[in-house]
Every structure is written in C-alpha cells, then in structure tokens.
C-alpha cells in the first residue's frame, strides 16, 4: 500500500484548516507520524482524534492505520525510485529536455497509480459497458482526452458522444436518461461548463464518472464514480503535459477493461473499423 503522501499534497487546497494542519504536519514528519498513535498525533497537532479520522477518510482511507500503511509504502519506496518531479529546461540540450519531460511523465503515471481506486475503477469499467449512450465531456486541454476516448470507444462500436463547449454538452446532457453515462474530464474539478453539463445530465438520470485531480472538488463531488489522477510537478509550464499523459493512461486501462468485458464483439468491431480505413492508408496493397 502508498499513495498516502502523493494523497495529502494533492489535497492540501480542498482540506479544511483543522485537516490541513494536520496534513502538513505529516508531510514534515513522514518517518515520525507512521510511528505514532492517533492519540499522539492529536496532542503534537492540537486537534481533536476525530479530525484526524476526517482527514483520513478525507483520503480515501478507511482510518488512520490505513493512511499511515500508505505513508509508510511511500517511505519504503522513495529510495528505489526519483520522485521529483523535474523543472523543464527552456534553453537547456536536448538531452535535458528529454530526460526532465521524459521523467516527469513517467512520475506522473506512477503517482497516478497510487491513488487511483480499483474499486472506482471497477464501477467505471461496469458503467460504461452496460451503458447504451456514453457522453464524455472535456474542455481545451481536457478535450483532447475526451476526443480520445471517442475515437477509442467508436473502434469496439460504443455510441459516443463528445461535448467541448457547453451548448454541446447541454444539449447532449438533456437527452440521456438513466441508462446512459455522462463522464466529465476536469484536471482541476473547477470547470464551470463541465459542472454545469454534469449537473443536467444527473438531474435527468445519467450515471456520473470523473476524471479529475485527486481531492474534493465540484466535479469529483458531482460523481457517482471518481477516478483520480496525481500531476505534482510545480512548473507551469510542465503541467499541462504530465497531467495529460496521465489522463491518457486512465482511459486506455478504462478502454482495455470495456473490451475485456466483451471481447469477441469488440475484437470484431476493431476489424471491420481497421478494415473501413485501410484504404486511404498510401501504399495500400503493396
């Protein structure tokens, strides 16, 4: 078990101040708080040992002990592995362009993985299988996944539909009913237009995914489903790009579970789409 540190700093800004007292603390003393008890950590933070079990759950945790296994994975690991996320170079070579970009997308795969929930995963891969209308919403950089997941979900012959401004995604979002799935794509969980398409497509029935940053916010909050996705590099400039790949790497474990769970149709499907294209491919035939 980790993801408990990755966890707390993806949360700092969405915590109360009680929580997030607690929160900073932990992140300074990692090696200390996973050998304290509940009662401990309550007298050298001045909270109450109820706080400390908001946060954990706050977390994803089911208790303290949880949230103190994940801390301790995350100390176990951080000698096997570089987990700074590095600054990317603007005149740096070429070698450091590669190697800093290079980096930080793999860190954010790997920091992904720790707080992604199986379960939610799960419900994810059950929901939009079993849906007969899938609606997926991003804006900018978040429309590029969803324009993704479209083309991926067509291939294996998913009704998609996808919705980058928010008179498409209304329009969409009054239409679905409860057998369909709205999945909103949101780094931040702040958008107003994917909140609001949300928010209709629920009124009407529609079961709610998200795809966002770890901790509470409008979005996720929205959610039947929540799946997270982990970005901590401080770089303006690098964000954008981690996070996107990130992103990308949830919906190709989302895309695999829905084939898996109708393989022979899918596989089908695949080639008569393959099959549709190849002859606009040059040198077709020879």
Not at 47 to 60: D, F, G, P, Q
Request: charged share 25%; aromatic share 6%; glycine share 6%.
């Amino acid at each position: 078990m980790k993801g408990g540190l990755i966890s707390i700093q993806e949360s700092l800004d969405s915590l109360k101040p009680s929580e997030r007292k607690v929160a900073e603390y932990i992140l300074k003393h990692p090696d200390e708080v996973v050998k304290l008890s509940i009662q401990k950590l309550s007298q050298r933070t001045n909270v109450s040992e109820a706080t400390i079990i908001r946060l954990s759950r706050a977390l994803n945790c089911k208790g303290f002990q949880e949230l103190k296994l994940r801390i301790a994975g995350d100390l176990a690991n951080r000698n096997e592995q570089n987990q700074a996320y590095q600054e990317v170079p603007i005149n740096g070579s070429v070698d450091s362009v590669i190697a800093s970009v290079s980096n930080n997308n793999i860190q954010s795969i790997q920091d992904t993985l720790s707080v992604l929930s199986k379960d939610e995963v799960e419900k994810a891969i059950h929901a939009l299988s079993k849906a007969r209308k899938i609606a997926v919403y991003g804006i900018g950089a978040s429309a590029i996944i969803a324009q993704d997941f479209k083309q991926k979900l067509t291939r294996i012959n998913r009704w998609c539909e996808t919705g980058f401004d928010y008179d498409t995604q209304g329009m969409i979002s009054a239409n679905l009913t409860e057998d369909d799935v709205a999945f909103g794509i949101s780094y931040s969980g702040q958008t107003e237009d994917i909140i609001r398409s949300l928010t209709l497509a629920k009124e009407n029935g529609a079961t709610i995914i998200s795809l966002t940053k770890f901790g509470s916010n409008p979005v996720s909050d929205l959610a039947d489903i929540s799946l997270y996705t982990s970005s901590l590099e401080k770089s303006i400039r690098s964000g954008a790009m981690s996070s996107r790949i990130s992103q990308l790497n949830v919906i190709d474990i989302l895309y695999v579970g829905i084939m898996s769970q109708n393989y022979d149709e899918s596989i089908a499907a695949l080639e008569r789409t393959r099959e549709a294209v190849k002859m606009s491919k040059r040198n077709y035939g020879v």
